[in-house]
């Protein structure tokens, strides 16, 4: 079964949930977290509470200062606050890329204040194992804020969209 992502889908997903004072959408400029900008970009006055995005460069690639200029881009002509944070990715024992996405989640819990939400989009198979690769399904979740900032997301999350 196929649910089709839409701002309309996002926004009661979004009422939903305890009422937030901010979303945060965390952007890397890829092609999912692009749809999922442009839904709360849509929503417009509709969106119960106001959006920023959040871009962080991990500058592991050759080409992460252009990322960053099409996030900024986007996130202008959308009329959206953007925040790029940069970050110096320290590799220890979990690999390159667990440690990015450490220096990611240190980022989002510096930023986010008791009461606003993470937007995130990704594919379920980001989440697994690297031995058990899932199959590939899209998902945008919800993380409300929780009180410890040392941690920035709630285990609870809201899929939005998902196909099998």
Excluded at 24 to 39: E, F, I, P
Excluded at 125 to 148: F, T, W, Y
């Amino acid at each position: 079964m196929v649910t089709r992502f839409s701002p309309e889908s996002l926004l009661p997903v979004l009422q939903s949930l305890p009422v937030a004072s901010r979303y945060w959408l965390a952007y890397s400029g890829g092609l999912d977290s692009t749809v999922l900008l442009h839904a709360p970009a849509q929503l417009g006055e509709r969106l119960p509470s106001p959006l920023s995005v959040v871009h962080v460069d991990h500058g592991l690639s050759a080409s992460s200062i252009e990322w960053a200029r099409q996030c900024r881009r986007q996130c202008e002509a959308l009329d959206v606050l953007l925040h790029e944070q940069q970050v110096d990715v320290e590799r220890r024992g979990g690999g390159i890329e667990a440690a990015a996405r450490e220096a990611r989640y240190a980022v989002f819990a510096g930023l986010l204040a008791e009461g606003e939400m993470l937007l995130t989009a990704h594919h379920r198979d980001d989440q697994q194992p690297e031995k058990r690769p899932a199959p590939r399904s899209q998902q945008i979740q919800v993380h409300p804020a929780r009180e410890q900032r040392s941690r920035c997301v709630d285990q609870r999350t809201a899929p939005l969209h998902s196909h099998g």
